[in-house]
């Protein structure tokens, strides 16, 4: 009997992930020790986490001071985030989104806002596109030239842009925006004519997150 008890336990745990700290999207809250990631991206237990409502600079971005010095400034970021949350526990709630297999949540470390901090100390930006939360704290970490500020920065979204202008892809943002004689068009990863389509920024063709943002900005999907 005890064996028979034993294996429906394990044969739950194998069907429900129990043990192996993998927590499902949708749950109310994952919680347990941070494995940072990045400026805004964080794994807990085998569940990867993107912080909700906050935008860090991406890992190969530059700054340049105000004597006119390029640094590592999206290294340096990730460095500190790290050498401030690696092992700390946190409580993230998910927010219901998912972005590229990362679960987006508010994560809070003793009941303290976890983008806020980092918003506050500027090392990451309030992400307009996608919450409002945050402005008024990076307001005050700019005012003091905390962090990034104390450099001429230029904001993650813009620099992901920039670089999708050139050909480079944001990994995060693969659906390609193409202009041609059928009008505005966007291509999935994966569709007939995805490989051969180029991007140019310089004729107001884009990248994009999403088929929802991709179709909010005017564009269709291609046939076939």
Known sequence: MVRFVLGIVCALALVTGIGSGEQPPDAKVISGPIDVVDGDTIDIGR???????????EQ??????????????????????????????????PTGDQTYGRVVAVCRIDGVDLQQTLVRQGLAFAYRRFSHDYVADEGAAAAKFLGLWASDVQRPAEFRAERSAFGDADPSCPIKGNIS????????????????????????????????????????????
């Open 181 to 224: 004689a059928s009008g505005n068009i966007y291509h999935l990863p994966g569709s007939t004519h995805y490989a051969k389509t180029r991007i140019s920024g310089a004729r107001g063709e884009r990248w994009f997150c999403s088929v929802a943002e991709a179709e909010q900005a005017g564009w269709r999907a291609a046939q076939g």
């Open 47 to 57: 569940t990867r986490i993107r912080l909700f409502g906050i935008d860090a600079v």
């Open 60 to 93: 190969d971005q530059s700054c340049r001071t105000k004597q006119g010095f390029d640094w590592a400034c999206g290294a340096s970021v990730s460095r500190q985030a790290r050498d401030q949350l690696q092992g700390r526990f946190a409580e993230c709630e």
